[in-house]
């Protein structure tokens, strides 16, 4: 198994860009989760989709970032404009149900 | 709402001490307990977890957890770190009103040779 699967792993680019995370779940996990971290605020969830359906997106933090999930093995983050204050590592993660989560390598955002 | 708590926010310690990670959390129904470890640049790794049976519960590279359910805790412990174990450690909770998770802030463990 490859395991959780993000592209790209590092983004830089220029406040005001549009930026677009992609995640490829395990095969079979019916839970994604979206998480962000930084060193000021640690580990954040933003967002967690169960069955493709976006269940608890509290975690948000503006109408600048906007999640999908159009099927089981895909989903992305866009974050639209971008500010310097989005840079962080941005982490997704699927899990079976109630079991464990498993992460993948993130995406290292730098905004400018 | 359901809560994770870790007391410990950065640990320093000599390599071959044991090790001890506080980690307390707020729910009344069942819950899946886990405890994750982030070596530096890296990703959220699985180090244990717990569902049910034997609240003492081992995992990878000599760590263990016990569940004491009275005290709503899942501290996590290892007789005697190394170096290796340098790392940020999470506690989090699943219950079963839903399949989200809620971590704790982390520990920053640091290990001197």
């Known amino acids: 198994d490859a395991g959780v699967i993000q592209s790209p792993r590092h983004e830089v680019t220029e406040m005001g860009q549009e930026v677009t995370l992609r995640c490829k779940p395990i095969?079979?996990?019916?839970?994604l989760f979206w998480y962000r971290q930084t060193m000021m605020r640690g580990l954040e969830l933003l967002i967690y989709?169960?069955?493709?359906?976006?269940?608890?997106d509290s975690g948000m933090p503006e109408d600048r970032f906007s999640a999908k999930m159009p099927n089981a093995s895909f989903s992305t983050l866009k974050i639209q404009p971008s500010e310097p204050r989005d840079s962080a590592v941005y982490f997704c993660?699927?899990?079976?149900?109630?079991?464990?989560?498993?992460f993948g390598p993130g995406t290292r955002l730098t905004v400018t | 709402a359901q809560s994770v708590s870790q007391h410990n926010h950065h640990v320093i310690l000599s390599e071959a001490a044991s090790l001890e990670l506080g980690c307390n959390y707020s729910?009344?129904?069942?819950?899946?307990l886990f405890w994750y470890v982030q070596y530096p640049g890296q990703h959220l790794q699985l180090l244990l977890k717990?569902?049910?049976?034997?609240?003492l519960v081992k995992g990878i590279k000599g760590f263990e957890a016990e569940f004491i359910k009275s005290k709503f805790s899942f501290n996590l412990r290892k007789p005697s770190v190394q170096w290796s174990d340098t790392a940020e450690y999470f506690c989090?909770?699943?219950?079963?009103?839903?399949?989200?998770?809620?971590f704790g802030t982390g520990t920053s463990l640091t290990v001197i040779p």
């Open positions: 729910y009344g129904g069942t819950v899946n």
């Open positions: 989709f169960n069955n493709n359906v976006p269940i608890d």
């Open positions: 095969s079979g996990h019916n839970s």
């Open positions: 989090a909770v699943n219950g079963y009103t839903g399949n989200q998770f809620y």
């Open positions: 993660a699927s899990s079976r149900d109630v079991g464990e989560q498993y």
């Open positions: 717990y569902f049910s049976g034997d609240p």
